[in-house]
Structure formats: C-alpha cells, structure tokens
C-alpha cells in the first residue's frame, strides 16, 4: 500500500478518535480531556503530509504545530462575527472556542505523536509495494532539481543502530 493511502487511513482513524473522544462520556477524564486537542494537531500533522509528502516529517510536525498554536492564539481575537463563526459545530472544531494556555502543551504532543507516526507510516515494511515509503530529499540533495531520493529501508530505531548503519555505509 503506498505511503499516501496510509496516511490518509490513519488521519481518517485519528479524526474518528478526536471526535469519539468529545462524546463518549464513559472515558477516562484524562483522556476526555486531553485526547481531542491532541488527536487535533495529529491530524494537522498527518493532513499537511497527505498535502506534502514530499516534505520532510520533522518540517511537518513544525508547521503543524505552528498552525495549531496560530489557531489558539487566535482564539484571543474575539470580534462579535468571529464569535458568531465559532458557535457553528463545525467551525468550532477547525477554529476553537476559547483560549487555554494548556491546549499549547496538548497540541506539541499531538505534533510529536504525528511526527512518530508519519516516520512510521513513511516506512512501513510492505514486500509488495517496495516504493510505497515516501520520503523528503536528503539535506545534501539539490532541491531545486527536483530529486527523489528513494528509500534505503527503516530508519534507525536508535541513535546506536544509526551510527552503526553509518559506519556500516562508511558515511562517516
């Protein structure tokens, strides 16, 4: 399965996730509370690279956090129209209701959580789609060629497995 259909699998099952958490009363206060601004920046996350894919995943976690916090900093501008605007349902779930300083910790760990899961996704182990994994151009590629860089396998799952793939490739 290519990397982008997976993408948009799992932004599909993090926004059923989001909302099912403002609505099952039965959950656990802590993740009634904290789960769906989390979930809400994971899927910022995982929207801009089904936008993206070509982006690196750590260029997307920092635009998707950016974002969110550029929502809930706009959640201080309160012009009667736009307080109108937020009482729809649906527009309240794109623009907020009201500011709180905590929703800027909720949305850094939901950008970490959709920088982890991108990785992820980006890499998954598929035998019978070799060139599903979409990856960024690595630093050293001239980005105004265009290039693709393609795949070299999973990334390390460590700084240690890294460095000995490294020194393995003799790239250093």
């Known amino acids: 399965m290519p990397a982008k259909v997976r993408i948009a699998a799992v932004l599909a099952a993090v926004l059923v996730a ?9 959950l656990p206060d802590v993740v009634a509370d904290h789960a769906g601004d989390t979930l809400w920046a994971t899927a ?9 894919p070509d982006r ?10 950016a974002i969110a916090i550029a929502v809930e900093l706009s959640q201080l501008w309160t012009p009667e129209w736009l307080e109108d605007l937020r009482e729809n349902d649906l527009a309240a779930l794109v623009l907020g209701r009201g500011w709180l300083w905590g929703d800027l ?3 850094a760990v ?17 035998p019978d789609d070799p060139d599903g994994a979409v990856v960024a151009p ?15 396998g999973r990334p390390p799952t460590g700084w240690r497995e890294g460095m000995r793939r490294l020194v393995e490739e003799r790239a250093i």
């Open 105 to 107: 910790v909720r949305y």
């Open 56 to 65: 690196p995943s750590r260029v997307l976690a920092a635009a998707g956090l």
């Open 18 to 26: 989001g909302l099912a958490s403002r609505r099952i009363d039965s």
């Open 110 to 126: 939901g950008a970490a959580f959709g920088w982890l899961l991108l990785d992820r996704l980006r890499y998954a182990d598929d």
């Open 138 to 152: 690595r630093p050293s590629a001239d980005r105004s060629s265009g290039e693709r860089v393609e795949p070299v």
């Open 44 to 52: 910022v996350v995982l929207g801009l690279a089904f936008v993206w």
